[in-house]
């Protein structure tokens, strides 16, 4: 089942699945968020605010329009 | 420059430890840039070993060669560019061990430009701890160039890093890696016909659409954009490839120390009542730690003053020097304190990594007024100056959130504001306690919150009004929580605070001299005061006359005559035409402001004062009343707190956003909140 980046809760992980098309796919590209890529959602800064996550080995904090984007196995 | 100096070119992802190895590598011999600032524009230093001598030019830490911030883009035009005068002669590219495989994606970028390079892995002792360990004997087999391993906080391998430095470096060129759409002859023959340097720059310039090859693109069957998102997928591919062969793993050492204390950090309460304690202490500090070395400060100018007078020939170059240059001298110096310790907290919050939680935790609220999480670093900056703070805002994606954090950072109150408040605050707030508070401190605090509020509410203005765009977003990197090394953070802060004193004194001495002049020369008037002043008080005994006659003569100067000048301007706000003289000199720099003010009471005044007493025993020499009333100084600071009155800020304005429109908007609409805000305060008080 696939869902988007956005629904993961706290300390879940998983990995990305697709990447929708969007202005951003490069940059999300080049910050490692590529279709294979293990995660792992380490915080959620509150009133909708940017989402950190785990991405292999490096920490990437990204708000959530562009994390609704990003489609992941759970 | 001799021409056996070479030039080296620092280059790496932000957050890796750059600007710690450029310290290492010139240690103090570094140009002071312009301005104050963390990592802004390019940093010049040099160094010798062996003979040789190098130059080194610290670029800001970027992503990739593909812009999507001014940052970027400044980077990217630097190192494209062979014919340019000042390119490098040799790259270091860095990289951090504890983040090999997204920082490699960089350095695989930047080869491809056939530069000669060196890759240099940083924190490698910090990694070896944390069980990182990597093979950069096979690691330069695969890359084709020197690979060197360094701790630029310890020093290690640095020796070798210069030694490779000293050698010829002929770097291997890798097959063709970053796209399978076009071919190498393909872009081999674009090349040519475009004059471009390497077939990777050739590639470059059709994903920036700067090549017009749409029918080549046609043929093969794909788009600049489709080239793009494919070059990273084929980057990381082929650094996967061999990652496993360099590097190892032992995750039994790791330390997840990052993570735990971000759970702390970035935790919805306590992250903010701890990024809310942090501010609360660096504000403490500037006001209870700067306010000793300050109060020296003054008394030793003041001191210094009166014994040039005393041990120089008396005559006009005395006058100049200790009524005009020392005063103005002393009004640059005493900001030493209050830069040097905001330089040290913010430092230590860069190097730490706590900058990035920082972005993290005020991006919603920032949006909200239309800023980015990243405009809080510029926004802090410019609580020191506005100008590292304006330059700061290049990191922000987003042009419409970068517009409105450069427009409204001169509002927040900056450390040239603080002596005006300082001198101001002394003179009509009590120097008592309030409970456990000191009441000046509670006004200085009061200043600091009305220039925040203001801000907001201009910011929140300006995103109503200015239309959106998606030109960029928020993506950015949270590092590792490292502790930074006080050499380091020593060696920012010297940088800074020299920098400042030097830039600013420079202006400061400049006005100085001019506004002495102009107070001790003048017309028919001011030539014959001493004829002119006997004849209209025949009654009043000799001292009497000498004193009428000084203040005759400051009317009559032709610093008197701009005063009076403006004064029907400025009359409704409370002010007199010697706060005229103030504020027109002090339009450059605000601070020159205490430097006048002490400068146009001096020449007043017998007695060597400091300038706080002076200020308070002024009296109107019409009416006779204090000049510095409750209302007067109140309209006062409202001037200081909202006015543009640098012309340096107005300068990298420009500079930043290449729009006369943009800064004229930002000077017109604070000049005329400023005046409006003061009319209303005298108005309401008087």
Redesign the interface.
């Known amino acids: 089942m696939s869902c988007k980046l956005t629904d993961i809760k706290i300390n879940q992980s998983g990995t990305i699945k697709e990447v929708i098309d969007n202005?951003?796919?490069?940059?999300?590209?080049?910050?490692?968020l590529?279709p294979g890529a293990s995660f792992k959602v380490?915080?959620i800064?509150?009133?909708?605010?940017?989402i950190?996550i785990?991405i292999?080995?490096?920490?990437?904090?990204?708000?959530r329009?562009?994390a609704q984007f990003i489609l992941v196995n759970c | 420059m001799t021409s056996s100096q070479k030039k080296i070119a620092l280059v790496g992802n932000p957050n890796i430890g750059k600007t710690t190895l450029f310290n290492k590598l010139c240690g103090l011999s570094q140009k002071t840039g312009n301005y104050p600032g963390v990592t802004i524009d390019k940093k010049k230093g040099k160094f010798k070993f062996n003979n040789s001598e190098f130059e080194v030019i610290d670029l800001p830490g970027i992503?990739?060669l593909?812009p999507?911030s001014k940052d970027e883009e400044l980077v990217i035009n630097y190192l494209a560019d062979k014919s340019k005068a000042d390119f490098p002669d040799k790259i270091i590219v860095t990289v951090s061990a504890?983040?090999l495989?997204?920082n490699l994606?960089l350095f695989h970028q930047i080869k491809d430009l056939e530069i000669p390079l060196i890759l240099a892995i940083n924190m490698t002792d910090i990694a070896e701890k944390r069980g990182i360990f990597i093979d950069e004997k096979e690691l330069q087999n695969i890359v084709g160039c020197p690979v060197i391993k360094i701790s630029a906080k310890t020093g290690l391998g640095i020796n070798n890093l210069k030694t490779a430095l000293t050698s010829e470096l002929t770097p291997d060129r890798l097959a063709q890696n970053y796209t399978t759409e076009l071919s190498s002859d393909i872009l081999s023959e674009l090349k040519h016909k475009h004059k471009k340097h390497t077939n990777y720059h050739t590639f470059l310039s059709i994903t920036h659409t700067e090549i017009d090859a749409n029918d080549i693109l046609a043929q093969n069957n794909t788009s600049a954009?489709k080239l793009?998102?494919n070059e990273?997928?084929l980057r990381?591919k082929f650094i996967k490839s061999y990652l496993d062969n360099v590097l190892t793993v032992d995750k039994s050492k790791a330390n997840d120390f990052?993570?735990r204390a971000?759970?702390l950090l970035?935790h919805?309460i306590w992250g903010y009542a701890i990024f809310g304690l942090i501010l609360f202490t660096i504000f403490q500090s500037l006001f209870a730690l700067a306010a000793f070395p300050m109060d020296w400060i003054d008394n030793l100018t003041t001191n210094f003053a009166e014994v040039s007078k005393l041990w120089m020939p008396e005559g006009y170059l005395n006058d100049l020097i200790s009524d005009g240059i020392v005063p103005g001298i002393g009004g640059i110096l005493i900001f030493i304190p209050q830069i040097a310790i905001l330089f040290l907290f913010f430092s230590i919050l860069e190097e730490s990594g706590y900058m990035?939680r920082i972005?993290?935790?005020m991006?919603?609220?920032m949006q909200r007024i239309g800023m980015s999480?990243k405009s809080v670093v510029p926004l802090m900056s410019s609580l020191a100056c506005a100008i590292p703070g304006i330059m700061a805002a290049r990191s922000i994606e987003n042009k419409k959130e970068r517009l409105i954090t450069i427009l409204i950072a001169p509002l927040l109150t900056c450390s040239a504001r603080l002596p005006v408040y300082v001198v101001l605050i002394s003179l009509v707030v009590p120097d008592e306690y309030y409970g456990p508070f000191n009441l000046q401190g509670l006004a200085m605090f009061g200043m600091y919150f009305i220039g925040i509020f203001a801000s907001f509410i201009v910011a929140l203005i300006f995103k109503l009004i200015l239309k959106s765009d998606?030109s960029?977003?928020?993506?950015?990197?949270?590092?590792?929580y490292l502790w930074p090394s006080a050499k380091n953070t020593l060696i920012t802060v010297w940088k800074n605070v020299s920098s400042f004193v030097i830039n600013a004194g420079k202006i400061i001495l400049a006005t100085s001299v001019i506004l002495f002049v102009l107070a001790t020369k003048g017309g028919d008037n001011f030539d014959n005061a001493n004829e002119i002043v006997s004849q209209q008080y025949i009654t009043l005994s000799k001292d009497e006359i000498k004193t009428k006659v000084v203040s005759y003569q400051l009317e009559n100067s032709y610093l008197g005559m701009i005063g009076k000048s403006i004064e029907p301007a400025i009359k409704p706000l409370g002010y007199d035409w010697k706060i005229g003289i103030a504020l027109i000199s002090s339009l450059a720099a605000r601070e020159v402001f205490v430097g006048t003010m002490s400068t146009i009471y001096s020449i007043n005044s017998e007695e060597s004062l400091t300038i706080k007493n002076r200020l308070a025993q002024e009296r109107n020499t019409e009416t006779g009343e204090l000049t510095f009333t409750l209302a007067t100084a109140v309209s006062l600071l409202l001037f200081y707190a909202f006015s543009l009155q640098c012309f340096s800020t107005v300068a990298v304005t420009y500079k930043e956003t290449k729009s006369i429109k943009w800064t004229a908007i930002q000077f017109i609409y604070m000049s005329v909140f400023a005046y409006l805000a003061a009319l209303i305060a005298f108005q309401l008080l008087s």
């Open positions: 202005p951003l796919i490069t940059k999300l590209f080049e910050f490692g590529l380490l915080n800064a509150p009133f909708n605010g940017p950190s785990l292999e080995d490096t920490r990437i904090a990204l708000r329009k562009e | 992503n990739s593909y999507k504890l983040n495989k997204r994606y954009r793009k998102v990273s997928i990381y990052t993570t971000d759970k970035l919805p990035s972005v993290f935790l991006d919603k609220l999480g998606y960029g977003t928020l993506l950015l990197e949270m590092p590792q």
